[in-house]
């Protein structure tokens, strides 16, 4: 960040830098390279590899998370995605169940104009060769995707295999490979 030395860096600027920065020093590889670890660790199982990456300039935290089918693998949820970081989980179907795995994560953050905001991706990756994989990714007001979890799942539903949303300043895109376990890519940033 040469070009800001001695000088106050607004958080337009940190996210731009991140923006540019996304595979900075192989960093998206490595977050893909954890992921797969995750899932070299739980075998063959139906499961989804998720990476998110946070370009708004500020932190990301963690609200909430819903597992409709499936759960978490061994490691969390990432409480807090830093500007310009991977976050990297992996998602896993129940075991001796064929549910497949079907989430969501809910990261609070600001927007353009400094106002609280809820970003949430979700996935879907069912076990059946009759349904495809989706992807979802939304902004809203803060707690509105907690207190609209029946819709959520209808919207996740009716979802395709790419999902991009803007408001307030502020962008997310997420898409999903195909197959039984595919890689969940979203990336939040501010616009």
Known sequence: MERYMGKHKTREDRAREAWNLVDEHDKDNEASRYVK????????????LCRVYNATGDTLYQVANYDWSGHIGRAPYPATIGNGQW????????????SGSVAAVVYRGKNKHGQE??????????????????????????????KNLEQLMYIISDADYSSSYRMGG??????????????????ISYR
């Open 37 to 48: 670890g995750l899932k070299s660790l739980y075998g063959n199982g139906q499961s989804t």
């Open 87 to 98: 976050a990297a989980f992996h998602h896993i179907h129940r075991a001796g169940e064929s």
């Open 117 to 146: 905001k809820d970003y949430i991706v979700a996935w879907s990756t069912p076990c059946s060769f009759w349904h495809r994989n989706k992807a979802y990714c939304g902004i809203s007001d803060v707690d509105w995707f907690q």
């Open 170 to 187: 502020c962008e997310i895109e997420a898409k999903i490979g195909r197959g039984h376990s595919p890689m969940f890519t979203a990336r």
